[in-house]
């Protein structure tokens, strides 16, 4: 029973993670985001090429769905192992990391959009939040503060994929959980490769903050 319902959190976080905000945001504005701007369907080339609007609407979906899937993963497998509570930092809930993890997975490979999805950051930043918040809390301060030094939202990301597993040890994660850790954090590096060879050839795009 328990192995089913981690199956079932597994694909639930999926599902919910190949809503792709980004993508069904752009096709309201009658876009297709996947061939503007740089093409990534996330939150910055929203902004870019559709405004502070849409954006707004794909930040919240792109947190929400994560928070959702691993509420989801936590109330189908409660009952069967891990922890009672939701936020139990000694003992975090399998189904939680589970469907957090797969969610990420769905966000970046969107089974309702040919699998071509975004890179995963809101997602991963909502997902990490719900296994520790205090890891969270400080993934995005790092990330906040690199932005506003560089400019890049590449580097504040890859920088928060890098620090997600040693932040996690530092604060002496239980090991099952730092594989999870480790497993967000490469992905988002991988998914941001093409920003590592356009920060080398000097044509990564700078974020603009105001007028």
């Known amino acids: 029973m328990a192995i089913f319902m981690l199956l079932l959190a597994l694909i ?11 993508i069904i945001v752009s096709n309201i504005y009658g876009e297709n985001i996947r061939t503007k701007g740089s093409g990534n369907a996330g939150l910055t080339n929203t902004l870019r090429v559709l405004g502070p609007s849409a954006a707004v609407i794909v930040l919240v979906g792109d947190i929400l769905k994560g928070v959702l899937a691993c509420l989801l993963g936590y109330l189908l497998t409660a009952g069967e192992l891990g922890s009672e509570r939701v936020f139990d930092l000694d003992n975090p809930n399998l189904g939680l990391l589970l469907a957090g993890t797969s969610c990420i997975f769905g966000h970046i ?31 995005i301060c790092l990330f906040i503060i690199v932005v506003l030094i560089t400019r890049y939202v590449s580097v504040g990301s890859m920088l928060a994929a890098i620090g997600l597993p040693l932040v996690s040890l530092v604060l002496n994660k ?32 700078k974020l603009k903050l105001g007028r």
């Open 174 to 205: 239980p090991s099952y959980t730092m594989v999870y850790m480790v497993a967000i954090g490469l992905l988002v590096l991988i998914m941001h490769r093409t920003n590592v060879g356009r920060l080398i050839n000097g044509t990564e795009r």
């Open 109 to 139: 490979f969107p089974i309702y959009f040919q699998f071509k999805g975004g890179k995963g950051v809101l997602t991963s930043a909502a997902v990490v939040f719900m296994m520790d918040w205090r890891v969270g809390t400080i993934l």
């Open 12 to 22: 639930s976080g999926y599902l919910l993670g190949s809503i792709n905000t980004s």
